[in-house]
Each structure stands twice: as C-alpha cells, then as structure tokens.
C-alpha cells in the first residue's frame, strides 16, 4: 500500500505551498504597508527569543502590506473600532496616524501625482489672486511627527526618508514662482524653548499657531502685522486633554498644557459680512465666516481648515479691518471667494496631511 494515496498527494503539495507562501511574500511585489515597529532584531536576540525576536517577526512577514490592507478593508467593512489611529512617543507625547499622516512625516509616503496637482492648482490660483491686486501665501502646519521628530519612537526614526511630500512641495512651489513659508524651520527652533504642539491632540498649540501666523505676514511683505508673543499668550498652564486621547479612553480637564490667551490690541467691534464668502449646511464643523473689525488694516481671507479656524481669528481680528476664513477641501475651494471678499492678502495654510490635492476646485479656470 502506498504510504501516500494518490488523492492525498496533491493535498501534501498544495499545503506545502501554502507553507511557503509567506517566504515568496519576502521576493515578490506586495502592496505598501506601514511603518515597521521592529526595523531590526533585537541584540542577542537568540536569548529568550519569543521575547526579542517576535516583535521583529511581526513586522517582516511576507506578503506584509496585502494582508495588513485587507485587514484594514474587513475593519472599515465591519465599523471596527479596535484600531486607535496613533502612535505613543517619548515623553507620553501621541502622534496622529490616520490619513497615512505618520508615513508621510517619515518620507515613506510620496504621492508624486496628487502634489504635482497641487502645485499646478497654486500656481493657477496665485496669477488669479494677483489678478485681483493681492498677495497669495501659501504655507502649511506640518504634522506633529514632522516637527517633533525627537520624540518618536525609536523604531519610527530609524525609517525616516527624504524627500518628504512637504519637501516636495517648498521646492515645487518654489520653482513655480508661489509664495511659500515651511514652517519647520522656525517651529523646530521654538520647540527648545517651550512647547508648540499638544502632547494629546493633534494640533499645535497657541505658541506654535502664533509662530505660524507671525511667519505667514512676514511672507506676505506685512511684518508690521505680526503679533507680540506677550501681546498673544499668557503663562503655560494645564489645559484640557485633546483628540488623540479619547482614543486612548482618557479625558482630563488638566491632561496637558497650553499657553494662556490674550487678545492683542486693538480691539476689533466686529460686524458680520454676509454675502463673501461661500455658506455651508449648519451641519458642517468647518463654517466659513467673514467681518468688518471697525480699525484700520487690510483684508485678510485665510483659506485653511482647523490649524487655522479658531487659532487664528484673535490674531485677524487685532490686525485686519476684514478678514475672513473658509476650508481649502483639498483643493476645491470656491475661487469667486476672492472676487466678492476683494483681500489684500490671502493665505492658503492646508496641514501636511491635507497636501496632496484629491480634485480640482471648484470653479478653478
């Protein structure tokens, strides 16, 4: 009697196969994963190997980025709510992942067609706007990864790239001739100083929005429209926990810690404009808004999303006899907002992850 029955043969191929599957996964192409939280074994790793040798396992297996994007598919198809969007830095500070937010910080994420779109998008806007007889700036508030680079994890900085999606796009508006500010330079300065980013949320705080906004007027040739960092902020104190911590199952008035607010002078008496700037349903969280501030200054229209929405206004208020704010929805933005609002100034600040331009604008010529 055969040790094998002919049936059963073909049985023992197909699950040897199988076995070897995941070792092909190491050779051949695969779909691109996240960020590697082992990037190498652990020294003498062959002491208690479950131990130091598994979490480096875990992060090369084969076939690596199909199964981890499928399971990325059966979590969404099923409204999963296992997966926490961040990653825990140094520090205890947290650091948002979802929107491919972190690869992009690391420089393992470059979408070439989407930031060549933007830059095309900017330089069309920018001859629009000097149409009009303003200045365009452009700038965007970098991910938390981005700047505080010294607080990931070592696994993360062991992967980080260059170029960067915003290193792509300094140069590309650059050569395009687009008003650009990075703001790296000047927040990764002021971070030895105090911070400039919540620890538990994915924003900046109010010293790291004022940077970007004195940043933004020097750029625009207006350095006298820069605020005081006295005149703008009181002592840093405990603030309330932010967005990344409820992921987390953590909510504390006292968490984390931000910088005081003062309103810089001059007061603005401010009365609504109607009319300039593009109305959204009450539902949307990213009202648009626009008013007269009743003092002498230009007009200012800020083109943005939440780095701006809120953090900004005091500082509009104080330097602007207009201003207005509307969302940049990836690049479809309303145009005619800067034939009915006329500004002086305009400034398009999408945060990095929002770079890459996911259409065409709306009404874009």
């Not at 007889?133 to 070592?154: E, I, M, Q």
């Not at 953590?250 to 009319?275: C, F, I, M, N, Q």
């Not at 929805?329 to 009915?340: D, G, L, P, R, S």
Request: with cysteine; glycine share 8%.
């Amino acid at each position: 009697m055969p040790l094998l029955l002919a049936y059963r043969r073909w049985w023992c191929i197909l699950f040897t196969a199988i076995l070897f599957l995941p070792m092909l996964g190491h050779v051949l192409p695969d779909l691109p994963g996240p960020v590697r939280p082992a990037v190498a074994p652990a020294e003498r790793w062959w002491e208690r190997a479950g131990e130091r040798l598994d979490p480096y396992i875990n992060a090369h297996f084969g076939f690596r980025g199909a199964i981890m994007a499928a399971n990325g598919a059966y979590a969404r198809a099923f409204e999963s709510t296992r997966a926490r969007p961040l990653v825990i830095g140094d520090n205890g500070q947290l650091f948002y992942t979802g929107d491919k937010a972190f690869e992009q910080s690391l420089g393992l994420l470059v979408r070439e067609a989407p930031l060549r779109t933007f830059g095309e998008v900017l330089e069309k806007f920018d001859a629009a706007v000097k149409a009009q007889g303003a200045k365009l700036v452009v700038t965007s508030p970098p991910n938390n990864a981005t700047v505080l680079s010294h607080d990931l994890p070592d696994w993360a900085e062991a992967q980080m790239r260059k170029p960067t999606e915003l290193d792509i796009v300094t140069k590309d508006l650059a050569r395009r001739g687009v008003t650009f500010v990075d703001l790296r330079p000047a927040l990764e300065a002021a971070a030895k100083d105090g911070p400039i980013y919540m620890r538990t949320d994915s924003h900046w705080n109010q010293r790291g929005a004022l940077i970007a906004f004195n940043a933004a007027m020097v750029a625009a040739g207006r350095p006298d429209l820069t605020v005081p960092s006295d005149a703008a902020l009181g002592p840093l104190a405990s603030a309330p926990t932010g967005d990344l911590a409820r992921y987390l199952g953590e909510a504390s008035p006292t968490g984390d810690r931000d910088y005081g607010v003062r309103y810089p002078e001059p007061r603005a008496k401010l009365t609504a404009l109607h009319g300039v700037v593009p109305e959204k349903p009450p539902s949307d969280p990213f009202q648009p808004f626009a008013f007269s501030t009743g003092h002498d200054g230009p007009s200012i229209l800020v083109i943005g999303d939440s780095f701006t929405q809120h953090y900004w206004r005091r500082y509009l208020e104080a330097r602007a006899s207009r201003f207005g704010w509307m969302h940049n929805n990836a690049c479809k933005f309303e145009w005619n907002a800067i034939q009915t609002f006329k500004p002086d100034i305009v400034i398009y600040a999408p945060t990095e992850r929002s770079l890459p331009c996911k259409g065409l604008p709306i009404g874009m010529p």
